[in-house]
């Protein structure tokens, strides 16, 4: 009888821990800044001849976006998903893309490794109309925490891609979450074995 209770009581530990692990990062943009991200892209709004904001269900953002490139007519910025504070590996990524064009690239890495890639042209008819509702979608890509993915690419071969309203889901690594489900299984041991000499 014991032995259930104690069973039951590390699954429903190890379930609570697992859900507290999880973290939802937003990054809207509006304050100017782009936490977690590094290389060619800008904080901008309004549409202008370098980038134009994304039109989500009809409306136009009157808000501040990212572009990528920041400045030229080609180039990449990366997201970090450990700097954002969460959990180091990403399993969801949500957000408004303005204008898809065929040469916008999202690329997905576990290290330096590539996992996933997935460009506009999988978004037909990406032929970077500024206004159909087509082109400006609402986007979520989800990933099994397995992959580890780490970093996200965002890149564009000519004029730019244009992200806004990004909700990052993280969780911690492979690694950690073995070390914790060992702790747990210590912890549910120890317990037992205190029960029995109780009993006894």
Do not use: H
Not at 110 to 127: D, H, R
């Amino acid at each position: 009888m014991n032995c259930i209770f104690y069973t039951a009581c590390i699954a429903s530990i190890t379930l609570t821990a697992a859900q507290a692990g999880a973290s939802t990062t937003i990054i809207d943009f509006n304050d100017g800044s782009a936490p977690g991200f590094s290389g060619n892209y800008k904080v901008t709004s309004g549409t202008d001849s370098t980038a134009a904001a994304p039109v989500i269900d009809g409306v136009r953002d009157e808000t501040r976006y990212l572009a990528v490139p920041g400045t030229g007519t080609s180039g990449s910025a990366f997201l970090d998903v450990g700097a954002l504070g969460g959990g180091s590996v990403l399993t969801r990524l949500n957000a408004d893309w303005g204008s898809i064009d065929s040469y916008n690239t999202l690329t997905f890495y576990a290290g330096s490794t590539v996992v996933q890639t997935i460009t506009g042209s999988m978004f037909p008819p990406a032929n970077g109309d500024q206004s159909s509702a087509s082109t400006n979608r609402n986007i979520t890509l989800d990933f099994n925490r397995n992959l580890g993915i780490t970093r996200v690419g965002f890149s564009s071969g000519q004029l730019a891609l244009e992200l806004d309203n990004l909700s990052v889901g993280t969780v911690p690594e492979p690694a950690t979450w073995a070390m914790l489900l060992l702790g747990f299984t210590m912890v549910g041991a120890a317990a037992r074995r205190r029960s029995k000499a109780v009993t006894a």
